[in-house]
């Protein structure tokens, strides 16, 4: 049986570090934002909380929290800034990939020391872009870019997706690069999320060589097939399930943020067009902030619940014990359909607020109206297409197998082998 570490005494010094923080964060949003980055102070000052060690192997120093206590870090940095909190959840629902990339790959992404995330990923939905072929001693790689690099500009590695094809057919591969092999585009202008950076990555040649342990096919990473020589049960903990269940804990740390910048802009402040001279005081407002509070604590209570089985399930698998591939699958696509509407309930209930808070709350130095754009952009994210995900889990629930698709949201890798004639 595998011993479980009690880390509740790691997660509380974080979350108080964070806490006393979060104002700094917040007050350097608006720089950050107008920079399309974080500064490397704020990098540096996260690093301080051990915000980036939370997922990180306990043989290597890192912290290692449960699934269920890396949601509530998430969520706390989250909620003084949006993009300060998708830094902090690609730091740690990441780390899976190098896990499952062997002891090679472990040893070298968490080795030495280092200050701020320690790995990032780019296009492995699956990618379009990218190239690998296969040498002698390795993989040679081309093509790109690769987009959507949260992280990299801080990693010292970052694990991107390339296409392979030996003459039976592609298939995605993941390879770890380290960053001096890297050229970061200036292509980050977007609406939302902008601090983190997540810009478009080169080769900084037209063709790299990898070395063979460097180069993974991206299927043995996500069926966790290579023993990497890590004792804790969150390295057999489903994939799936950590990434986003940490990923649902961004829009709800960004919902509670929103929450308390109401709650204290509002209060004496009137509500035009009627005689109520406190906003705090109309049952009106009352009424969106039932409304508020239950979207967030739906979302909060499904989603805790998810880290929770996410924890159980690698308890049992690092035990030794079988978990059934249709429950895995199940389980994962509801994960994925769950984080979505956890998404969509808490930039709904962000909306009331802003549309509940005034002019004045379209100013770029305001939270709520960051808070807003951020919100809709996780919303947007690529694995989380809210009407594929809900067919996919009702075709479960209707006893059919979802859609077949390569990339890290795949769940035909869960699926029960038929029975031979």
């Not at 509530?72 to 909190?85: F, H, L, N, P, T």
């Not at 770890?176 to 977007?190: I, S």
């Not at 696509?333 to 209930?349: G, I």
Request: proline share 5%.
């Amino acid at each position: 049986m595998v011993a479980i570490q009690d880390t509740s005494e790691r997660l509380a010094t974080v979350l108080d570090k964070v806490r006393a923080l979060g104002p700094t964060l917040r007050e350097r949003a608006l720089d950050a934002e107008r920079a399309g980055r974080h500064s490397e102070q704020t990098i540096a000052d996260l690093a301080a909380t051990g915000a980036f060690d939370i997922g990180s192997p306990a043989e290597f120093g890192g912290y290692e929290l449960s699934v269920r206590q890396q949601l509530d870090v998430v969520s706390e940095v989250a909620k003084w800034d949006g993009s300060s909190g998708w830094t902090v959840w690609v730091g740690a629902s990441t780390n899976w990939i190098p896990a499952g990339s062997g002891p090679r790959v472990v040893e070298e992404v968490y080795g030495p020391a280092w200050v701020g995330p320690r790995v990032a990923g780019s296009s492995h939905f699956p990618a379009s872009r990218g190239r690998a072929k296969r040498v002698e001693g390795g993989w040679i790689i081309s093509g790109g870019p690769w987009t959507f690099g949260s992280d990299a500009l801080w990693a010292p590695y970052t694990n991107l997706g390339c296409i392979a094809d030996d003459g039976e057919g592609p298939y995605l591969v993941a390879i770890q690069v380290p960053r001096e092999e890297l050229r970061f585009l200036d292509d980050w202008k977007v609406a939302g999320m902008r601090a983190t950076g997540s810009v478009s990555i080169t080769l900084t040649q037209d063709e790299l060589f990898v070395p063979d342990y460097r180069g993974v096919e991206f299927r043995h990473i996500v069926g966790a097939n290579i023993d990497n020589g890590l004792k804790g049960s969150l390295w057999k903990a489903p994939s799936l399930g950590w990434a986003f269940s940490l990923m649902a804990g961004m829009s709800i740390g960004i919902a509670q943020g929103a929450l308390e910048r109401f709650l204290e802009r509002s209060a004496g402040r009137p509500i035009r067009g009627t005689t109520y001279k406190n906003q705090l005081e109309a049952p009106l407002t009352h009424l969106m902030l039932s409304e508020v509070h239950s979207k967030i604590q739906s979302a909060t209570l499904m989603t805790r619940a998810n880290a929770e089985e996410t924890d159980r399930l690698g308890a049992l698998t690092a035990a030794g014990e079988l978990i059934d591939p249709q429950y895995m699958q199940t389980f994962s696509a509801r994960v994925l359909v769950e984080t979505a509407y956890a998404a969509k309930w808490c930039a709904e209930a962000i909306e009331l607020l802003q549309r509940n808070s005034g002019s004045t709350a379209i100013m770029e130095s305001e939270p709520i109206q960051r808070a807003w754009r951020d919100a809709r952009v996780i919303t947007l994210h690529g694995a989380l297409n809210l009407e594929a995900l809900s067919e996919n889990y009702g075709r479960l629930m209707a006893g059919t197998q979802p859609h077949k698709f390569a990339g890290i949201t795949t769940l035909d890798r869960f699926a029960p082998t038929p029975p031979t004639a």
